[in-house]
C-alpha cells in the first residue's frame, strides 16, 4: 500500500496518543456511516493503546447505524450538552474525524474553539480549514475509515486490532463508496477490504444491516419520490426532487429515510446529476440539499457555489437558508450554470 505517513508523522503521532490523558473523539454534525465508522474505529484504537477516549457526536445518527460496535459509549452533544462541554474543557486532545471545518459540527462548535486542547485532524475532504496540532488530509481517499485503517496499519497496531475496529471501519468504507460502486477503483482499497474480512466480520451482513433494514415507510417513500415529485430533465442529463415538511410527516419521516434516495434518479441511461431538496423538519427557511454525479461532473463546485455547502467531486452536500422555492430556483440556476458539462 502507498504510505500516507512518514517517519516522523508516526513518530508525532505516537507521542500524541502516549502523552495524552483525556481523549476526545469527534465527527460532523448529521452522522453518516463514514464518520461514525471512524470515530468507533479510531476510538477503538486508542482503547487498544490503554487510552479511555470519550466519543462525542453532535446530533443523532441513523437508526440503521445503531448496530455498530461501540455506539453505547457515543455521547450526543445535543442531548447531554452540559456534559459534553465538560469533557471538551477538561480535553488534552481532540481528534476531528470525517469534517474540513469547524463549522461542520453544529451547535459543538463554540465548544471546539474555546477548547485548549491540541487538535489532531483526520479526513479526507478538500482544503482543511482548522487549526490543528496534525493533519492527515487525503482528499483522494474513499473514505475517512479508510485513513484511519492506513494510520493503524502504517503505526504498525493492525494485528492487535479485533472484530468490532474491522467491522467499524468496513461499514464506513462501504457506506461512503455506495458499496464500493464509486469513488474506490483504488487497488488499495481491495487489500484493505481482504484484510478486514481477516478479523472475520460479515460483510453481507453488514450490507443488510445498513441497507436491508428500512421500514414500509420508508420504501413508500422512495415509492412517493420517484413517481410524484422527481423531476427530470433529459436536455440536461440531470433530476432533482423537492420533499416539504408535509411530505416527510405524512410519511412518518425519521433520520435516515432519505438516505439514498438521490443516488437512484442516476439509474437511469445518460443521467450525470441528481439533487435531493430536503425541508428541515424542525426550523423554517432551511433546506438541505444533497447532490450526486457520474465521472467528472464536479458536485462539490455546484454545492459551493450554489448550496453554501462542498464534499467530493461525485457526492456533496449544502443547504438554502429560504423557502423551498427559493432552493428549486438554485437548482434551476445551478443547473443552467454547468450545462455545457451536463450536455
Avoid at 430536503?278 to 457520474?294: A, M, P
Wanted: hydrophobic share 40%.
Amino acid at each position: 500500500m502507498k504510505k500516507i505517513l512518514n517517519e516522523a508523522d508516526i513518530e508525532h503521532l505516537n507521542d500524541i496518543i502516549s502523552e495524552s490523558a483525556n481523549i476526545v473523539v469527534c465527527c460532523h454534525h448529521s452522522p453518516d456511516g463514514d464518520a461514525l465508522g471512524a470515530s468507533l474505529g479510531w476510538a477503538e484504537f486508542l482503547r487498544s493503546r490503554g487510552k479511555q477516549p470519550s466519543i462525542i457526536v453532535p446530533d443523532m445518527y441513523p437508526d440503521f447505524l445503531q448496530w455498530l460496535p461501540g455506539t453505547e459509549q457515543i455521547i450526543r452533544y445535543d442531548k447531554r450538552k452540559e456534559q459534553a462541554d465538560g469533557i471538551i474543557e477538561a480535553a488534552d486532545t481532540i481528534f476531528c474525524l470525517d469534517f474540513n471545518s469547524l463549522g461542520r459540527v453544529g451547535e459543538m462548535q463554540p465548544s471546539l474553539e474555546k477548547a485548549k486542547a491540541r487538535k489532531v485532524l483526520i479526513d479526507h475532504h478538500l482544503s482543511p480549514d482548522i487549526d490543528v496540532e496534525m493533519c492527515v488530509s487525503q482528499p483522494t481517499a474513499s473514505s475517512t475509515c479508510e485513513l484511519i485503517f492506513r494510520v493503524v496499519w502504517e503505526l504498525g497496531q493492525f494485528e492487535q486490532m479485533d472484530k468490532k475496529f474491522a467491522a467499524d471501519i468496513y461499514c464506513g468504507m462501504m457506506t461512503d463508496t455506495g458499496g464500493f460502486t464509486y469513488n474506490s477503483n483504488d487497488p488499495d482499497i481491495f487489500f484493505i477490504i481482504s484484510q478486514l474480512l481477516s478479523k472475520r466480520i460479515n460483510k453481507d451482513k453488514i450490507y443488510r444491516n445498513v441497507y436491508n433494514t428500512f421500514s414500509e415507510s420508508r420504501l413508500r417513500l422512495m415509492g412517493y419520490v420517484l413517481y410524484e415529485k422527481m423531476v427530470v430533465l433529459p436536455e440536461r442529463h440531470a433530476a432533482f426532487y423537492a420533499l416539504r415538511k408535509e411530505d416527510l410527516f405524512h410519511f412518518q419521516f425519521v433520520k435516515g429515510d432519505a438516505e439514498g434516495l438521490v443516488n437512484i434518479p442516476l439509474q437511469m441511461k445518460g443521467l450525470k446529476l441528481s439533487i435531493s431538496l430536503r425541508e428541515d423538519t424542525v426550523k423554517d427557511n432551511l433546506v438541505w440539499v444533497s447532490l450526486r454525479s457520474v465521472d467528472d461532473l464536479p458536485c462539490n463546485e455546484i454545492a459551493e457555489r450554489f448550496f453554501n455547502g462542498g464534499g467530493h467531486l461525485n457526492a456533496a452536500g449544502g443547504r438554502v437558508f429560504g423557502s423551498m422555492e427559493e432552493a428549486i430556483e438554485r437548482v434551476k440556476l445551478a443547473i443552467e450554470a454547468f450545462s455545457d458539462r451536463l450536455g
